[in-house]
């Protein structure tokens, strides 16, 4: 989820791009548990090497997002997604299933990196969370922030899915904070 939110300001003058660069895609995804430290390291210094490769895997992870944002777009408008973002998250989702390797662990089966350490992992280690959550019924719960400003996406986790804004402390208090100034 959070890898959608990587590019805020969606729709207005300013938005604020995250994943500027492979390297900064790889921060992001050490950041979030996707990659290890070392694997981060291993990748980094394949994209010195292959700075075109990188950026392709680079531009690849950005259009994933985007699929992403435009299917939880169109579920929260109780609408189905167009076929070219179906398609599209068809090939990020198959491609992150072609290098991985089926392993008990857990009590499960669960899909494990494949030995291979390339470029793309990240973003097949991304795909493969996309498949995890539009495969659950937590896609339903998939909601936008109230705040105009954000916008971001966060998954509705509330009994009664009244949940408004991605983080009370932020969006939600400065929304509170409006209304009260409105009413002074």
Not at 73 to 93: E, F, I, M, N
Not at 161 to 173: A, L
Request: charge should be positive; proline fraction near 3%.
């Amino acid at each position: 989820m959070a890898f959608v939110n990587t590019l805020s300001g969606r729709g207005t003058p300013s938005p604020k791009e995250v994943l500027m660069s492979y390297d900064a895609l790889l921060e992001w995804a050490r950041g979030a548990g996707i990659v290890t430290a070392g694997s981060a390291l291993e990748l980094g210094r394949q994209a010195e090497a292959r700075p075109r490769d990188a950026d392709r895997v680079l531009a690849g992870a950005r259009e994933l997002r985007e699929s992403l944002h435009a299917l939880f777009s169109a579920v929260a408008q109780d609408k189905s997604p167009s076929a070219s973002v179906l398609a599209t998250l068809a090939g990020h989702l198959g491609a992150g299933f072609l290098q991985a390797r089926l392993v008990f662990q857990e009590g499960a089966l669960q899909w494990a990196p494949g030995a291979v350490a390339a470029l793309e992992d990240v973003t097949r280690e991304l795909a493969r969370a996309a498949a995890r959550l539009v495969g659950s019924g937590t896609l339903a719960r998939v909601r936008a922030c109230a705040a105009e400003d954000c916008r971001w996406w966060f998954v509705d986790d509330t009994r009664n899915r009244s949940r408004r804004w991605c983080e009370m402390k932020t969006c939600g208090n400065r929304a509170k904070l409006r209304r009260y100034r409105a009413r002074q």
